[in-house]
T-cell receptor, first 112, second 120 residues
Framework: RKEVEQDPGPFNVPEGATVAFNCTYSNSASQSFFWYRQDCRKEPKLLMS???SGNEDGRFTAQLNRASQYISLLIRDSKLSDSATYLCVVNPASGGSYIPTFGRGTSLIVHP | GAVVSQHPSWVICKSGTSVKIECRSL??????MFWYRQFPKQSLMLMAT?????????EQGVEKDKFLINHASLTLSTLTVTSAHPEDSSFYICSARTPNNRESYVNEQFFGPGTRLTVL
């Protein structure tokens, strides 16, 4: 099993739709989790951190399920500008010299 | 957030030449920086972890003599692609991890804008 797995998609949704992505991780000792967004030919940009209590930022909601070892990202009222690849990142431990692990990314296409 | 710069943003070179890419954390000190490579339509691949004042840790399959990493200060890491060949053409991205003692964005990873390398 890969350390971090994501459905590559693409998820093709109309404007205004609600879409959710999941990301599973294999290391139960993982401590911190993030969602990044990467536009074509650009660097990844931090979208939001994922906390145990969940995290909401406008139309975006991230949640963590430690028991099932996955994180999720929910996007409400999708905009055309949300079209991008969404990467989940898992850190094995807080502090120290941990190495973050990236998922392959989930491609989202929002169409008119 | 935190700002990471990368230079150059793109470079075209002849086969056999060496190319140096700089990664700087502009508003924080980064003891650890990461170097990634991304081929078209593929995921980010970690090449090495760069630690200030010590040798870099390379991922399996990455030649340390070909990809020289120097992390000479808390705000600068460099990646030198030695004797570049066309198969080294890729998008190289660095990232820096924010320190524990920051007011916000603690221990999070911020990326440089990337360097697109084309080797002819």
């Amino acid at each position: 099993r890969k350390e971090v797995e994501q459905d590559p998609g693409p998820f093709n949704v109309p404007e205004g739709a609600t879409v959710a992505f999941n990301c599973t991780y294999s290391n139960s000792a993982s401590q911190s989790f993030f969602w990044y967004r990467q536009d074509c030919r650009k660097e990844p940009k931090l979208l939001m951190s994922v906390y145990s209590s969940g995290n909401e930022d406008g139309r975006f909601t991230a949640q963590l399920n430690r028991a099932s070892q996955y994180i999720s990202l929910l996007i409400r009222d999708s905009k055309l500008s949300d079209s991008a690849t969404y990467l989940c990142v898992v850190n094995p431990a807080s502090g120290g010299s941990y190495i973050p692990t990236f998922g392959r990314g989930t491609s989202l296409i929002v169409h008119p | 957030g935190a700002v990471v710069s990368q230079h150059p943003s793109w470079v075209i070179c002849k086969s056999g030449t060496s190319v140096k890419i700089e990664c700087r954390s502009l508003d924080f000190q980064a003891t650890t920086m990461f170097w990634y490579r991304q081929f078209p339509k593929q995921s980010l691949m970690l090449m090495a972890t760069s630690n200030e004042g010590s040798k870099a840790t390379y991922e399996q399959g990455v030649e340390k003599d070909k990809f020289l990493i120097n992390h000479a200060s808390l705000t600068l890491s460099t990646l030198t692609v030695t004797s570049a060949h066309p198969e080294d053409s890729s998008f190289y991205i660095c990232s820096a991890r924010t320190p524990n003692n920051r007011e916000s964005y603690v221990n999070e990873q911020f990326f440089g804008p990337g360097t697109r390398l084309t080797v002819l």
